[in-house]
């Protein structure tokens, strides 16, 4: 019997179509070094991996039974694709459209979250400070949007559709990319703009590129001195793309306004670090992408890359098509 390891539980519907053809296992516990991982995925024929997990080189050559790594999200920076490709596992992703909604709106929700001091006011209210001070309400004036400027650095899929909701509020938007994408530029009514041009023009900042080693810290010090003093960065891509102790530096200082941000360098954050304790943020717990309908979404899309690759066949979202010439259920 085939048998697929899941690291994380993910949407019932998905785990009952794998388990039409597999024995499918959900790890206890996340699996975060290396060793750990090793040792369990060394007994599976496929993993759907929720991203945590170092598929390094050594995991990977170590795990002679693996035939696919499905990654239950789009990012795949914890893969090692050339290493999987050249051992003939498949690495596969789950660009699905609800995952893209999910994460624009999540953008979006964490702008007017810092803009509007929601989460402030929420706490102001349950802890009875409007009862006592009904007038004191200075502390929520907040920053209208429209006629402001949302600077997006990479305008890919998720980034087209926070532009497109942007635009909505009223907000002009600039983006950078490694390429001008014409198109979208015609459709959103976006306009391209150098990186520097962005960072020194734009109110509002959002991250939305994949980690790379050409964006790992793409935003450090230079890039948030250059920042207007009010601006407001935010990040739903992954927290290595800024560089967290300048970004400390910068929100302690006042020389940025505020950060809302969904990923961090290091997840979970502790609770201890600086990030956690600066007044100026709205921190979310990775969850940009988690709604009912993303998440049922993905998971049936990782569980039918699986179930491919396990008969034999090619799965819809490879990341590396050229294993298949050498494809370990090929030999
Ligand atoms: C994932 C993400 O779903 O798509 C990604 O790469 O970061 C999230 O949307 C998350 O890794 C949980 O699977």
Same mark, same amino acid.
């Given at each position: 019997?085939?048998?697929v390891?899941?690291? /994380?539980?993910?949407?019932?519907?998905?785990?009952?179509?794998l388990?039409?053809?597999?024995?499918?296992?959900? $790890?206890?516990?996340?699996?975060?070094?290396? %060793?750990?991982?090793m040792?369990?995925?060394? %007994?599976?024929?496929?993993?759907i991996?929720?991203?945590?997990?170092?598929?390094?080189?050594?995991?990977?050559?170590? $795990?002679?039974r693996? @035939?696919?790594?499905? &990654?239950?999200?789009?990012?795949?920076?914890n893969?090692?694709?050339?290493?999987?490709?050249?051992?003939?596992?498949?690495?596969?992703i789950?660009?699905?459209?609800?995952l893209?909604?999910?994460v624009a709106?999540?953008a979006?929700? @964490? =702008?007017?979250?810092?803009t509007?001091k929601?989460?402030?006011a929420?706490?102001?209210?349950r =802890?009875?400070?409007?009862f006592?001070?009904?007038? %004191?309400?200075q502390?929520?004036?907040?920053?209208?949007?429209?006629?402001?400027?949302?600077?997006?650095?990479?305008?890919?899929r998720?980034?087209?559709?926070?532009?497109?909701?942007?635009?909505?509020?009223?907000?002009?938007?600039?983006?950078?990319?490694?390429?001008?994408?014409?198109e979208?530029?015609?459709?959103?009514?976006?306009?391209?703009?150098?990186f520097?041009? @962005?960072? *020194?023009?734009?109110?509002?900042?959002?991250?939305?590129?994949? =980690?790379t080693?050409?964006?790992?810290?793409?935003?450090?010090?230079?890039? #948030?001195?250059?920042?207007k003093?009010?601006?407001? @960065?935010?990040?739903?891509?992954?927290?290595?793309?800024?560089d967290? *102790?300048?970004?400390?530096?910068?929100? *302690?200082?006042?020389?940025?306004a505020g950060?809302?941000?969904?990923?961090?360098?290091?997840?979970?954050?502790?609770?201890?670090?600086?990030?956690?304790? #600066?007044?100026?943020?709205?921190?979310?717990?990775?969850? /940009?992408?988690?709604?009912?309908?993303?998440?049922? /979404?993905?998971?049936? &899309?990782?569980?039918?890359?699986?179930?491919?690759? =396990?008969?034999g066949?090619?799965?819809?979202?490879?990341?590396?098509?050229?294993?298949?010439?050498?494809?370990r259920? *090929?030999?």
């Amino acid at each position: 019997m085939r048998r697929v390891l899941l690291t /994380a539980p993910i949407h019932q519907d998905a785990v009952e179509l794998l388990r039409g053809v597999a024995e499918v296992v959900v $790890s206890d516990k996340p699996l975060r070094s290396e %060793d750990e991982l090793m040792n369990v995925v060394k %007994d599976f024929d496929a993993v759907i991996s929720m991203g945590v997990e170092p598929f390094t080189k050594r995991v990977l050559e170590n $795990s002679s039974r693996l @035939l696919i790594v499905a &990654r239950h999200g789009v990012g795949y920076d914890n893969i090692d694709v050339d290493a999987a490709t050249r051992l003939g596992i498949w690495v596969t992703i789950t660009p699905v459209e609800e995952l893209f909604d999910a994460v624009a709106d999540h953008a979006i929700a @964490l =702008l007017l979250c810092i803009t509007r001091k929601i989460c402030t006011a929420d706490s102001f209210v349950r =802890l009875g400070k409007w009862f006592e001070k009904p007038f %004191d309400k200075q502390l929520f004036i907040g920053i209208g949007l429209r006629g402001k400027t949302l600077g997006i650095v990479g305008l890919g899929r998720i980034g087209a559709r926070i532009a497109e909701r942007a635009k909505g509020f009223g907000l002009k938007v600039i983006y950078y990319d490694i390429e001008r994408k014409i198109e979208l530029e015609k459709r959103l009514g976006v306009e391209f703009s150098q990186f520097d041009y @962005l960072l *020194k023009n734009s109110d509002f900042i959002v991250v939305s590129v994949p =980690l790379t080693e050409k964006t790992r810290g793409l935003i450090g010090e230079r890039e #948030l001195y250059m920042m207007k003093q009010n601006a407001i @960065l935010i990040n739903i891509s992954r927290g290595a793309v800024v560089d967290h *102790k300048a970004l400390v530096k910068a929100l *302690k200082s006042g020389r940025l306004a505020g950060a809302a941000l969904d990923v961090f360098h290091v997840e979970p954050i502790p609770p201890t670090d600086e990030i956690v304790k #600066l007044p100026n943020t709205v921190l979310t717990p990775h969850i /940009a992408w988690l709604t009912e309908e993303s998440r049922r /979404a993905m998971a049936m &899309r990782a569980a039918e890359n699986v179930i491919k690759v =396990l008969n034999g066949e090619e799965p819809l979202d490879a990341i590396n098509p050229t294993v298949k010439e050498f494809a370990r259920n *090929k030999r």
